[in-house]
Structure formats: structure tokens, C-alpha cells
């Protein structure tokens, strides 16, 4: 008891303080908003207003926006009708604002909502909107059903996880998925089939939950035409136009597009350490990665040591068949895309970049000559190259010097890629500060890909690397659907019943009652709600008054 006694008492202080808190009133300012009509002439009023007709069938597209009551047809005004012009500078203007109010305080924010509030409860009458709440009697939830057919078109850089990622999300939130492989990547695809059917019939699952089908475009748009979700890995271009497909049943959709994540090595790291992990971020499946480091920002003060050092290991490193002997670095899926990769580099040659070191080529037939690129470091790379815009998709390892932290969040930030980046610096804060400042999905501190290795974490991009996310709780509730659900608590003690103020025929004290209900619900302080809930029952009294009154006659 000596030990619980002095807990008690604590907890009963912090209960009084919290009371007593809320019996002081917030210090809300009150605003002055302008309720007057917006009219042609800035004269007209309600009284000389006249009857506006508008035309039958369709509308005469004008410059301006006519505005009328609908209950009376008086005219009241107009807004002018915006040029697209005009809408590209608002949005503009929002997104110069955004910035400045994104770095803006909670209290600053609530402060906003509480003003806002203040005014919508002394000016329901003008406003006329009022809103429910949750009651005490009442449970709030959120259910969560399976979609049905869920339809996944995956890349061929990682085929396993490329089919077990969707499938094990559809599964598991409880419906079915049909997977349709790369072309490039259908032979392993079609042996994992093999392995899930087996799992299934383990656990009797049912026949046919799964399938694996391959094909072309074509049987790319038919899966789309047919599921009641899609999810797609592979380019922008083809992403745009399962967008497009998909809006013809209006399904939903994930996108996975790709990435042009920046690494980004502070003056103050490791660099040996640093330099290996560069080396994984960029070689990894010879590039062949969504979420590959493909632009790096390394700092004036140790670019020249941090150059040096991977450039040794890159010239290390062999490039050949896996099963024909030890090689670091084996091929390039895709046919003739060692020639685009070439031409990238070539673009950046041209516009002043230097090769500073490659790695070597193994034991190559002659028709695999092409299925290979070696591994490649450039410096005085720039923006203006090819290289540094588009996603190479290759062990490509173009270096650029920043001076601040300002200028490389600014160059992370020139991209319209937005996957993930990966940062770099012996100050954890300093690394977490700019990582937080990049426009990009997922995002590492002192590490590349770490936040993939955690499942429980969603993964998804933002602009040209799309939308939506996998793993975690966010991916499989993306494969559900997510419906509200209000029920009585107590059912059937206590149920939901319409005051008789406000049932139907309205009494003429019903406006007056729901701004007392509002107010005692919303009000901003104590005093406000006790007050607001006295008259609530004052016009509940009345009413009952006047209605027993009746039944008596």
C-alpha cells in the first residue's frame, strides 16, 4: 500500500489539473469575415435583386459564373469563370504557400481550427450546416472486407518478389489474385506458380485462387478490363496507360514506377564504410533496382577520397555468367539495354562528364556480349545530362559535388522521380533533417534500403514513381475494402432516437435547439458547452410540455 499510495495521489492531481484546465477558455481571436452578396455592380441587394431565369438544356459557356438562390430564383451574383491560365497561377500561389505552412507548428495549426470553429458556432444561422458526433452510446469502427480478384502485372528485375509481394498481400487480406508475368521473367514465374499451389493445397485453400498467366500487352489490358483492383510494377509510360484502363471500370489503383534515388554523402562520414555501401546501392542486380542509388551527391570535401576508393573497388569488380565461374556482377535481362545504358553515358561524355573507372568483362561467348555492362564511374556530372534525368536501370555510378546541405536537398529535389534516397552523415540529426526535406517515399539514414527490409513498413513513391503502397499495414489494407461502421452500443437498452425538435414536421424552435446541440457538443470551453446543454433540455421540456398538453385535449 506504501507503494500504490503516493500513485494515487498523483493521479488524482493530474485528473483536478486536467479539469480545471478545461475550465479555462481557450484564447481564441474572434474574425470579421464579409457576408454581404458578391454582385455584378457591388449595389445590387436582396431587395432590388430580380428573379433570375437560367436557360434551359445546356449552358452558353461565358466568362462568368451566375449564382442564384434556389428556393426563390433571386439573382445574387456572379463569380468569374477562370482561365486555365488563371488556375495554373492559383495553384502556383498554393504551392509557394504550402511550403512556408508545412514547416508551421501544431499549435499554430490547432489554433487555425479553433478560430475556425469559433465562428461556425456563433454563425450557424448564416452558415446553415450543423454536424453530428459520435455519442457515448455509440461505437465507431472500421471494417475491413476483401476486394475480390485482384490483378497484379509485375517487372522481370526481381521475380520472385515480384510475384510473391502482391500474392501474399491478395491472399492474406482474403481474396483472390491473378498475376501476369513479364515476358521476360515468365519461365521462373510459372515455377513459383508451382510452389503457391502447393502451399495452398496444404492449407485447402480452394482451386484457382491463384494464377500465374503470361503474355503480351494485350493480356496485360484484358487482366486490367477484369479485376477489381490492379496493381502494376514496370515504367511511367505503361503505368499511364493502366491509369487510363483502369478508369474505364473505375478500379483501383497501386502504381510502382521506378525511382532516381539520390545518395547522398555528407563531408563528416566513414568513407570506407560509406564507399561499400555506395558500391550495394548502385551493383545490386547489376543495377537492375527500382531502388537503386542512381544519382549521387557527394561532398566537395571528400569527393576526391570518396572517388578514389570506389573507383579501386569498381575496377575489381568481373562481370560474367554466375554458373560459369566467381563473378561479382552478372547480366542485364533486358535485350539491347546495355545499348541505351551506353547511350546515357555517351550523352554525359558529350556535355563534359569523364569516366574515371570501369569494371572488367569475364567469360563471354560471343552471343552474350550484349546481355552485359560493366560497371562504370563518372564525375563532373550535371543535371543537364540524360544520366542524372532519366532512370538508367543499369551499375551506372554517376558523381556529382555539393557545397550545403541547401544545394543538394535542392538537387535530390530535381527530379521527377520521387522513390526513395539515402543519406549519409556522422551527425544522425543532420542526416535526418535533409532526409526529411527530400521528395521521395521511403528514405534511409546512414543506410541504403533498410526501410525495404522492414515489411511492417509501407513502400511506394510519389510523382513519376507513382502511387500507393505495398507491405506494412497500408499495402494490406489496399487490398481491402474499407468500409465505416456505426452501431449502438448498448443495443437494444439504448437507442438512437430523433429529438422531437427536429422530427419531422420541424418545430419552429428546431433551428434553435440543434445550435444549442451544437454548441454543447463543439463548444470551445466548459462553460460554453453547460450552458449550450441547458438549453437543449430547456427546448427537450418544452417540447414535451407542449405535447402532453395536446394528448390531454
Known sequence: MAFWWPLLVLGFAFAVCRFLLMLIPPNVPSIEVDASD????GSQTKENSYIYIPRKGKMAQTDKVQCYEPATMKYLGYFPALTPDEVKDHVAQARKAQKIWAKSSFRQRRKFLRILLKYIIEHQELICESSGRSMLHKRAKV????????????????????????????VFSGNAVVIKVSEHASWSGCFYFRIIQAALAAVDAPDNLVHIITGFAETGQALVSSVDKIIFVGSPGVGKMIMQKAAETLIPVTLELGGKDAFIVCEDVDVPHVVQVAIRAALQSSGQNCAGAERFYVHKDICSTFVAQIVKLVKSISVGPPLAGKYDMGAICMQEHAEKLQNLVNDALEKGAEIVGRGSFGNLGEDAVDQYFPPTVLVNVDHSMKLMQEEAFGPIIPIMKFSSDEEVIKLANDSKYGLGCAVFSGNQKRAIEIASQLHCGVAAVNDFASTYMCQSLPFGGIKHSGFGRFAGVEGLRACCLVKSVVEDRWWPFIKTKIPKPIQYPVAENGFEFQESLVEALYGLNVWDRMRALVNVLKILSEQHSTTTVKKGR
Open 143 to 170: 471494417e475491413f472486407y476483401p476486394l475480390g480478384v485482384i490483378g497484379a502485372i509485375v517487372s522481370w528485375n526481381y521475380p520472385f518478389h515480384n510475384v510473391f509481394n502482391p500474392m501474399l498481400a491478395a
Open 38 to 41: 458578391v454582385l455584378e455592380d
